[in-house]
C-alpha cells in the first residue's frame, strides 16, 4: 500500500484560501483524470466539501506523488501553488488512513462528531466507482472509512461531543437562549435546496420555527422542500419563492440560513441594510424575539411605502454602504469576502475607504463618508493602512461583533456555504447578527472535549492496524497462490512422468499415487505460506512477499497476473458506495 492524501482543511488554512480554493463538481471530474493521468498515480479519489480539500492517491512514488498532487490542487482549484503550499498537509500509508477514519468519524470536523461528513465520504467514493479511477485501494479504504464512522456513532457517544454543523450554528446565534425557547413564534428563510440547505431547513422545523421560506435558482426544488417540510409532522408552515423575492422575504423573516453552489455573494451587505431599514427595528420581546411591523405581510406582497428611518439605525453606516455600492464597491472585510472580484479586494481596506481615498474626483464624497464612520471602522482602517494583510484585517472583528451583540436583534444570519454566500460586513449593521464557517470555527475550537473522543479515537487506532494487516495480507496473495500454482505444475508433471514410467497401474491406484504427491506438497508448503501471511500483515513485512518470490524463483508476471485478476473480482464484488 502506497497511499497519499493531500490536501487542506479549516485545520491548517483561512476561511478565505478554502473559499479560494472549492472546487465545482466539473472541476473534481477533471482533477480525476489529470491525477489518473499523471505517472505516479494508479487511482485517485478527491474528498471536496466546505471545510477541506483532500486528494488521495495511490502512489508508486512519494515525493514525485507530493509534488504531482500539490500541483493539480493548484491547477484545479485555481490558486497559486506557492500561495497553497503553507495550507497543505500530507499523509503516507497508515497515517493517510489514520486521517480518513478520524474525518469519518468526525474528529477533524469543524463540529466534533457531525455526521454529515459520512454522507460527503460516501459520495467521493461514488464518484470515484463512476469516473473508474477509484481501483481496489480507494475501495477497500473508502468503504471501510463508512463503517468505521458508522461503528464510532453507533458505539460512543460522539453524537453528544458534538453536534451538526447547523444545530451549533443556531446556537451561535441564539446565544445563551436555548434554541427551542428562541426559535419559538420565528419565521426562518432558506437559500437554497440542496443536501446541507435541506438539513437546515429539517433541523428550523425540528427545533420550532413557525415558517420557513424556500428560495432556490431551481423551483421545483424548493418546493419540493417546502412540501417534504410541511409533511413532516412538526407543524411548521413552509412555502417556496422564486430567487427573485429573497430581498422582500429578508423584510419578514427573522433569521436567513443560507448554503447555495453560487461562486458570488448571494447577499449583499446592500440588500441586508436595505431589509432590515425597510422592516423596522421593533423591540427584543421574549427569548430574544423581534416582532416588526411587516410581519403580517402576505410573502411576496409589496413593502410599505416611504418607510422611516428607524430609530437606533446607523445612518453613516447606511449611507456608507450606498456610497460604495455606487462605484460598483463593497465594504470588505478581513479579505474574507468572496464575490467574483475578490481577489481584487483582498489588499484594499476592509471598509472601502481606500477606493474613495485614491479617487481625486471623489475627494468630496470620500471626507462626507470619512464624517460619518463609526470608531471601530476607523480603527480597522487605520491598522489596514499600518500593517496591511488579512492580520490587520481580522483585528478588530470580534470587537465589531460584540457591539452588535449587545444590540436587540432583527435579523440572524447564518451562512453555511463555502465561497460563502453572506457579505461577511454585514455584522456590523445594527440589529444583524451573522454567524458564519469562520465564526463557527473560532467558537467550536474553544468547545470542551467530550469524554466520548477518547473512545471514538481507540476505535480508529483499532481500525487502523486491522486495515494495515488486511492490506499487507492481501498484498502477499498474489504470491502465494502464485507458489501454490507453480507446485500443482510440478505435481502436474511427476505424475505424468509416473504414468509412462509404470504404465500398467488402474485408475484406483493412478489416483492414490497422485493424491499422494498432492498431500505431500500441500503439507510442505502449509505451514510456510501460513507463516508468511503473518509475517505479512505486521508493519515492514512487504518484504516476505520479495523474499518468497526470490526463494522459489516465481516468475514476476504470473504474480502480477494474478494481482490483477484479484482486482479486477474485487471490483466487480464492490458495487456502489454504500
Known amino acids: 500500500m502506497s497511499l497519499l492524501v493531500v490536501g487542506l482543511s479549516h485545520r491548517s488554512a483561512p476561511v478565505s484560501v478554502l473559499e479560494r480554493a472549492s472546487l465545482p463538481a466539473d472541476a473534481k471530474v477533471k482533477l480525476l483524470h489529470d491525477t489518473l493521468a499523471a505517472e505516479p498515480a494508479a487511482e485517485a479519489a478527491v474528498l471536496a ?24 490542487l493548484a491547477q484545479h482549484s485555481g490558486v497559486a501553488l506557492e500561495e497553497l503550499t503553507p495550507y497543505l498537509y500530507v499523509h503516507y500509508e497508515d497515517r493517510a488512513v489514520h486521517h480518513l477514519f478520524s474525518v469519518a468519524c468526525g474528529l477533524d470536523s469543524m463540529v466534533v462528531g457531525e455526521g454529515q461528513i459520512l454522507g460527503q465520504i460516501k459520495d467521493a467514493l461514488a464518484l470515484g466507482q463512476e469516473l473508474h479511477t477509484a481501483g481496489r485501494l480507494i475501495n477497500d479504504l473508502f468503504q471501510q472509512a463508512l463503517r468505521v464512522g458508522k461503528r464510532a456513532h453507533s458505539e460512543t457517544g460522539i453524537d453528544r461531543a458534538g453536534q451538526s454543523l447547523v444545530t451549533f450554528g443556531l446556537e451561535q446565534l441564539a446565544v445563551h437562549t436555548p434554541v427551542e425557547q428562541w426559535a419559538e413564534g420565528k419565521r426562518a428563510l432558506v437559500i437554497g435546496a440542496g443536501s446541507m440547505s435541506s438539513l437546515a431547513a429539517a433541523t428550523l422545523a425540528r427545533v ?18 417546502a412540501e417534504i417540510l410541511v409533511a413532516s409532522g412538526t407543524g411548521v408552515a413552509a412555502s417556496a419563492v422564486p430567487m427573485a423575492s429573497v430581498a422582500d422575504e429578508l423584510t419578514r423573516v427573522d433569521v436567513v440560513v443560507s448554503c447555495t453552489g453560487a461562486t458570488g455573494l448571494v447577499l449583499t451587505g446592500d440588500e441586508v441594510a436595505e431589509a432590515v431599514a425597510l422592516a423596522g427595528p421593533g423591540e427584543a420581546g421574549p427569548a430574544g424575539a423581534v416582532p416588526h411591523p411587516t410581519s403580517d405581510r402576505s410573502p411576496g406582497s409589496a413593502p410599505d411605502p416611504a418607510p422611516h428611518t428607524p430609530a437606533g439605525l446607523d445612518v453613516s453606516a447606511v449611507a456608507r454602504l450606498a456610497v460604495l455600492s455606487a462605484g460598483g464597491r463593497r465594504i470588505a472585510d478581513g479579505g474574507a469576502v468572496r464575490s467574483k472580484v475578490a481577489v481584487q479586494e483582498r489588499d484594499g481596506c476592509p471598509v472601502g475607504l481606500d477606493a474613495l481615498a485614491a479617487d481625486p474626483g471623489r475627494t468630496a464624497d470620500g471626507r462626507a ?3 460619518g464612520v463609526d470608531a471601530s471602522s476607523l480603527e480597522l482602517h487605520g491598522t489596514w493602512a499600518d500593517q496591511g494583510g488579512a492580520t490587520a484585517q ?4 470580534k470587537g465589531a461583533r460584540g457591539q452588535v451583540d449587545a444590540q436587540p ?4 444570519l447564518l451562512d453555511l456555504a463555502m465561497p460563502r454566500d453572506i457579505d461577511a460586513a454585514v455584522h456590523r449593521i445594527p440589529g444583524v447578527r451573522l454567524v458564519d464557517i469562520e465564526s463557527l470555527a473560532e467558537a467550536s475550537a474553544d468547545a470542551p472535549m467530550a469524554a466520548d473522543v477518547d473512545a471514538v479515537r481507540g476505535i480508529v487506532a483499532e481500525e487502523v492496524a486491522a486495515f494495515g494487516a488486511a492490506q499487507r495480507a492481501a498484498h502477499i496473495t498474489p504470491t502465494v497462490v502464485a507458489l501454490r500454482a507453480m507446485a500443482a505444475e510440478v505435481v502436474a508433471m511427476e505424475v505424468a512422468r509416473f504414468d509412462g514410467r509404470v504404465p500398467d497401474l488402474d485408475e484406483r491406484q493412478r489416483a492414490e499415487v497422485t493424491q499422494t504427491v498432492r498431500r505431500v506438497v500441500d503439507k ?55
Open 49 to 72: 466539501t466546505c471545510n477541506r480539500i483532500e486528494l488521495y492517491a495511490d502512489v508508486d512514488k512519494f515525493h514525485a506523488g507530493v509534488a504531482e498532487l500539490s500541483t493539480l
Open 208 to 225: 420550532g420555527f413557525t415558517e420557513i421560506v424556500v428560495a432556490n435558482r431551481t423551483a421545483e426544488r424548493a418546493a419540493r422542500l
Open 369 to 371: 463618508a470619512l464624517t
Open 394 to 397: 481580522r483585528q478588530p472583528r
Open 409 to 412: 436583534v432583527r435579523l440572524a
Open 524 to 578: 510442505l508448503l502449509h505451514a510456510p505460506t501460513v507463516r508468511v501471511k503473518q509475517l505479512a500483515s505486521e508493519p515492514g513485512g512487504a518484504g516476505y512477499a520479495e523474499a518468497l518470490r526470490e526463494l522459489f524463483d516465481l516468475d514476476p508476471q504470473t504474480v502480477a497476473s494474478v494481482s490483477r485478476a484479484d482486482a479486477a473480482d474485487q471490483n466487480d464484488d464492490s458495487g456502489r458506495a454504500s
